[in-house]
């Protein structure tokens, strides 16, 4: 499965705990990430500075759903379930 066009919930939702430019902590749930451009792709894609959990995350049918406000409550739910 392919990442959906303006999209970008997987760059929202979920904390990103890994250092990243400009973010020194890490990103906090729910903020879009900074390294997004206006048609909500990441400008950090294929590049040695995304953040490993990024790249480990892929889009699949279960957590995508069939639009953006599906995959924001799948990863806002997984979110919750892994904080500490």
Do not use: N, Y
Request: glycine share 8%; hydrophobic share 30%; charged share 20%.
């Amino acid at each position: 499965m392919d990442c959906r066009p303006g999209c970008a919930a997987c760059c929202t939702a979920p904390s990103i705990s890994s250092a990243m430019p400009g973010l020194p902590q890490g990103k906090p749930a729910g903020l879009p990430c900074p390294h997004l451009d206006a048609a909500l792709r990441c400008r950090l894609f294929g590049r040695p500075e995304r953040p490993p959990v990024c790249t480990s995350l892929k889009p699949s049918r279960e957590m995508c759903g069939s639009e953006r406000s599906h995959a924001m409550r799948w990863l806002g739910h997984l979110e919750r379930a892994t904080a500490p």
